[in-house]
C-alpha cells in the first residue's frame, strides 16, 4: 500500500505561480513512477507530469516550459512548481504513484482567476 498527501493547492492570478507537493509513505520502493493529473469541471483527467524511478521525465504539452516537476528522494516528496499559470490550468490537481497499481493523492483545487 501506498498512501499520498498532497498540499500546496490554493487561488491565484493569472501569470502567478503555485508549487504542489505529495509525500509518499507505505510501500515506496515499488513505486515505479510519480506524476500529477488534474481534472477540470466536465473534462477528463489528463497526465500533467510524471517522473520515473529513473528521473525520465515528460509533460503535457500545454504545460511545457511552465511547470516543473522535480522530487526530493530524502523525503518521498515529488513537487510540480506551476509558473505562468493560466484560467485553463484551472482544475483539481491529483498526485498518482504507479506500482502494480495506480495510487491517488486525495486531491487539491487549482484556481487561476483574476
Known amino acids: 500500500q501506498v498512501q499520498l498527501v498532497e498540499s500546496g493547492g490554493g487561488l491565484v492570478h493569472p501569470g502567478g505561480s503555485l508549487r504542489l507537493s505529495c509525500a509518499a509513505s507505505?510501500?515506496?520502493?515499488?513505486?515505479?513512477?510519480m506524476g500529477w493529473y488534474r481534472q477540470a469541471p466536465g473534462k477528463q483527467r489528463e497526465l500533467v507530469a510524471r517522473i520515473t524511478r529513473g528521473g525520465s521525465i515528460n509533460y503535457v504539452h500545454s504545460v511545457k516550459g511552465r511547470f516543473t516537476i522535480s522530487r526530493d528522494n530524502a523525503k518521498n516528496t515529488v513537487y510540480l512548481q506551476m509558473n505562468s499559470l493560466k484560467p485553463e490550468d484551472t482544475a483539481v490537481y491529483y498526485c498518482?504513484?504507479?506500482?502494480?497499481?495506480?495510487?491517488w493523492g486525495q486531491g487539491t483545487q487549482v484556481t487561476v482567476s483574476s
Open positions: 507505505g510501500s515506496i520502493f515499488s513505486i515505479s513512477a
Open positions: 498518482n504513484a504507479l506500482s502494480n497499481v495506480d495510487y
